[in-house]
């Protein structure tokens, strides 16, 4: 933690408190109200959390005003472009790019770890076909600590590190699963001669009845929407591993609460909410009639892929997304596809339009990563669980960052009470 630099004076009812602050290496400075209310009888009210820091990190940083992205301070353009999944997993992890060596003793230790246990195969069959998969992934990563308990106590650092390294390489091998086991296929087991992303391809799209080649151009851009999607500071799936967390949760639990959290419409649901938006829409000519429904204060309908809490001019994310779709819609042939016409032409639009330019609404990371999924042959279904184990190296690092903190305490927000002041009870003959 840095040392306080300046306070910051609170006044009312005539008292006068002075509260420390600490200043980033990037981003606004901090008012520490660790000991308000020991000293002043008051609460902070903020209910979203939007001018709250839950935390300090070192891990990513984000600048809503300007659109950047960092992990551990490289632009997310740079790492999608330069970059690859498992690397930025190692930078998350481990706070430095890897040399060569270090690279490949990561990647082979990822790689070692992809099978799960065999009787997790079992486990599946519990559910019925046509659960959705992000109800099997939370279900079968929250159970993870009944098969891998000898990496569940977080108190052990190395247990810790198994862990990570069991998560980060089993969640691909659990999404395709789900996906398989909802469609009725045979599960496909994970091919150590695979990279990360073509590797969770094959266990998606081959079947035991004939050979099956990845196509490099998509296995590339695989890797890619894995990476965008790695980590994001403290939003609501990371917040939640965190407070789960605190109470010294086992980390497959902990991960469990996490895509949970993410499988909110307003969170990483947002991506299949957002096809199944442009699905609805379906031609651009009624592109008009939604722009008017999303501004329509009395109309609870929202642009899906639109908005977002921090970004206020664009999202770095969405602008590298929206390449990888006309790169893989123009290899697949199918750039002419309607859903991304309407996509394009709803950008368009609702960008021209003064209503979202005010409200600072653009295209998030979920607006062009449906195009692209639903292009591969992903079904709407897959693309929060292909969130979720994307995001998982991110929920995975802020965990070790949170477990690591000796100045660690359990969360334990508190509230603004306006409900009943104390009264007695009535007995039922008397109300
Ligand atoms: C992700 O936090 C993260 O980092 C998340 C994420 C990550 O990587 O972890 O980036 C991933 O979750 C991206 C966001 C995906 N969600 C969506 O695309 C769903 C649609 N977007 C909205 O629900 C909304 O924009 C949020 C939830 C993303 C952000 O909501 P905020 O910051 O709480 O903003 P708000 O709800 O207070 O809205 C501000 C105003 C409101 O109007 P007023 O009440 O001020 O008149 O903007 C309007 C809203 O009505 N508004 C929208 C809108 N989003 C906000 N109006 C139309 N369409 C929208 N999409």
């Given at each position: 933690m840095t040392e306080s630099t300046k306070n910051a004076t609170l006044s009312f009812d005539g008292k006068t408190f002075e509260l420390p602050m600490f200043s980033p290496t990037a981003g606004p400075d901090v008012i520490d109200i660790r000991k308000l209310y020991a000293q002043a009888d008051v609460f902070t009210y903020d209910p979203g959390f939007t001018s709250t820091a839950s935390c300090d990190s070192t891990i990513t940083f984000i600048d809503g005003a300007e659109g950047v992205l960092l992990h551990r301070g490289y632009p997310i353009d740079q790492l999608a472009e330069k970059s690859h999944f498992l690397e930025v997993c190692y930078l998350l992890l481990y706070g430095e790019l890897p040399t060569a060596a270090k690279l490949e003793d990561f990647e082979t230790r990822v790689t070692r770890h992809t099978m799960v246990h065999e009787q997790m195969h079992n486990f599946f069959r519990g559910f019925r076909r046509d659960a959705h998969p992000m109800a099997t992934m939370v279900g079968v990563v929250g159970a993870m600590s009944a098969f891998y308990a000898d990496s569940a106590d977080v108190s052990d650092p190395w247990q810790r590190e198994v862990a990570s390294i069991r998560l980060i390489a089993k969640l691909p091998t659990i999404a395709a699963m789900a996906y398989k086991y909802s469609i009725g296929q045979p599960f496909v087991y994970p091919r150590n001669d695979l990279d990360y992303a073509a590797n969770f391809l094959n266990m998606c799209f081959s079947v035991p009845a004939e050979k099956y080649e990845v196509n490099p151009i998509l296995a590339r851009a695989m890797d890619r929407i894995f990476t965008l999607h790695a980590d994001h500071e403290q939003n609501a799936s990371t917040s939640t591993v965190r407070l789960a967390s605190s109470?010294?949760?086992n980390p497959f639990a902990c991960i469990a609460a996490g895509i949970a959290c993410l499988w909110g419409p307003a969170h990483g649901g947002a991506n299949q909410a957002c096809l199944e938006m442009l699905r609805e829409i379906?031609?651009?000519?009624r592109i008009p009639e939604f722009i008017a429904r999303a501004k329509d204060?009395?109309?609870?309908f929202r642009l899906m892929g639109f908005g977002h809490r921090?970004?206020?001019?664009?999202d770095p994310r969405a602008k590298v997304m929206k390449q990888s779709a006309d790169e893989v819609l123009d290899l697949l042939g199918v750039e002419n596809n309607p859903t991304l016409q309407v996509a394009k032409e709803l950008e368009k639009q609702a960008l021209a339009d003064p209503y979202f330019a005010e409200k600072k609404l653009f295209p998030n990371v979920d607006f062009y990563s449906g195009i692209i999924l639903e292009a591969m042959?992903?079904?709407?279904?897959?693309f929060t669980p292909i969130f979720a184990l994307s995001r998982t190296i991110g929920w995975v690092s802020q965990w070790r960052e949170m477990i690591a903190d000796p100045q660690m305490k359990i969360g334990r927000p508190r509230q603004l009470y306006l409900g009943e002041t104390q009264r007695d009870y009535v007995n039922v003959e008397d109300r």
């Open positions: 109470s010294g949760a379906g031609t651009v000519d204060k009395d109309d609870p921090v970004y206020k001019n664009f042959g992903f079904p709407t279904s897959m």
